[in-house]
């Protein structure tokens, strides 16, 4: 079965910016999803919300990557959260230390 392509949609509300994550965040994809966070990353007046209720899988890199925006944003004392964790991906996030970092409770939508 051929891997499902990356892909980022960035929606923009009142109140914050989600990025609706999908498919296999790899190192191939990392370029993709390091370009799509750096667009909005530094924006402390919105809230900043991945959605990767559809990612089907991440790697090392891909986590890293959202290490590094939740250090950015907290830096900016900016909203961020992770929402919609499948229970695949929230495996990994747990054995790497950072599921507690995760805030899931933004309201981005006004």
């Not at 498919?23 to 924006?43: C, M, P, S, Y």
């Not at 790697?59 to 830096?75: N, P, Y």
């Not at 004392?77 to 933004?106: M, Q, W």
Request: charged share 30%; proline share 3%.
């Amino acid at each position: 079965m051929p891997a499902e392509k990356f892909q980022v949609d960035r929606e923009e509300l009142e109140e914050s910016i989600e990025l609706h994550i999908r498919g296999e965040l790899d190192l191939a994809a990392a370029l993709t999803f390091r370009h799509a966070l750096e667009e909005v990353v530094h924006r402390a007046d919105k809230a900043l919300i991945l959605d990767v209720g559809q990612l089907r899988y991440i790697d090392s890199t891909g986590i890293g990557i959202v290490v590094s925006a939740l250090k950015i944003r907290d830096e900016l004392k900016a909203p961020f959260a992770v929402r919609n964790i499948p229970s695949s991906i929230r495996k990994l996030f747990d054995l790497t230390g950072i599921s507690g970092f995760l805030n899931e409770g933004i309201e981005g939508r006004a």
